[in-house]
């Protein structure tokens, strides 16, 4: 490992080891706050775009697993952490840390103080950062920095380019996914849930998803903004009335959009495994995974038709959405295998199956609202 550098945008650098690919890199700086699953942060796609520090400080002691993965390849655009540990001891690994970042040319810095990074993210919000070599002069990369456009739509980077199947042994669903950056263990939740799951790109046309005669949707999470996916909001609009609805982080704020309710960025991000939230109907509190920059403003919510099911037990934001009669639900986190917002997708589609009647009555909505970027 050679000596490299990390460069905060707010001029802030650290001095660390290399590991993993020895490219530069400049992208947006997260944290994530996760004790365990370093694995699942390196191939979640909804992290592509980012350079994420980890709050816990040993990394790589476990390796990585090939049943394990979130997706194909590693997705961030860099790793930050306090130690790594290059001799895993975990009897299933298949692959070091360092090799896979190598292997999908992605750059990582250990030694840096990660309890500072973290707290300077927190205090002053996400910002731009760069990895580089150690030797490189502060004020050229600090303008090299201002010079950066990050990239738009990132969820065209991450989405299949065509559609596939994922089957199930006595399948009773067939779930169109609307693929934004579509993590395994969400597609696992599904097929163990007797769904046959229809993967498509994230800009199929809603006459394309029709043809596939759903049982139900799911916009799945995913990178970047909300507003740069116009096409998915206007497809969730002609959808809603006809059929179930689930949508998962960045597709919890794609349909939030879709029924005019607004969505804004947060400072610091919440990204993690810890995170408590309330079930509002169920009055329990859960612990639950999530990655997202965004979140919907709870006042836009006021004379919108989606009920808010879930909150964050430390800021109060909105963690989920329902309108029980147009048979949509939404969460910002990672619903649970047989917990409450997946069963419930589940209900809707037993509920759409058994009421015949409901058919005619589905073709027969009004105008979908207009959603608003502001």
Known sequence: MRDRMLVLENG??????????????????VFNTEMVG???????????????????????NYGLTDEDYESKGVHIGGFVIREYNDNPSNFRFTQKVSQVMEDNDVPGIAGVDTREIVKIIRDEGEMLAMITDADRDLNECLEE???????????????????WYARTRNPKYTVVAIDCGLQRSLLKSLTDAACNVIVVP?????????NHKPSGVLISSG????????????????????????????????????????????????????????????????????????????????????????????????????NEGDMVISSQFIPQ??????????????????????????????????????
């Not at 802030?12 to 700086?29: C, D, H, I, P």
Request: a neutral charge; charged letters at 20%; one cysteine or more.
């Open 223 to 322: 990178p970047g903004s909300p507003f740069d996916l116009e096409c998915i909001v206007e497809t969730i609009q002609k959808l809603k009335y006809l059929t179930p609805i689930l949508g998962v982080g960045l597709g919890h704020e794609l349909v939030a959009l879709s029924y005019g309710a607004k969505i804004q960025a947060l400072c610091a991000g919440k990204r993690g495994s810890n995170i408590p939230v309330m079930n509002l109907i169920e009055d329990k509190v859960y612990i639950v995974e999530q990655n997202n920059s965004y979140c919907v403003d709870a006042k836009s919510l006021k004379g919108c038709s989606l009920k808010v099911i879930y909150e964050s037990i430390c800021d109060g934001t909105v963690e989920g959405l329902m």
């Open 12 to 29: 802030k650098t650290y001095m660390g080891r290399g590991f993993g690919s020895e490219k530069q890199a400049v992208a947006r700086l």
């Open 337 to 374: 295998a047989n917990g409450f917002v997946l069963n419930k997708f589940i209900s809707f589609m037993d509920k759409l199956a058994l009421a015949d009647n409901l058919v005619v009555n589905r073709y027969q909505h009004e105008k979908p609202a207009k959603y608003n970027k502001d």
């Open 145 to 163: 920095m201002k010079k950066y456009s990050e990239p738009k739509n990132l969820v065209s980077k991450v989405s299949t380019r065509g559609i």
């Open 202 to 210: 994230y800009d199929t046309p809603y006459e394309v998803i029709e």
């Open 38 to 60: 370093y694995q699942e942060v390196l191939s979640d796609p909804s992290y592509c775009g980012n350079i994420v520090v980890m709050s816990y400080p040993l990394i790589g």
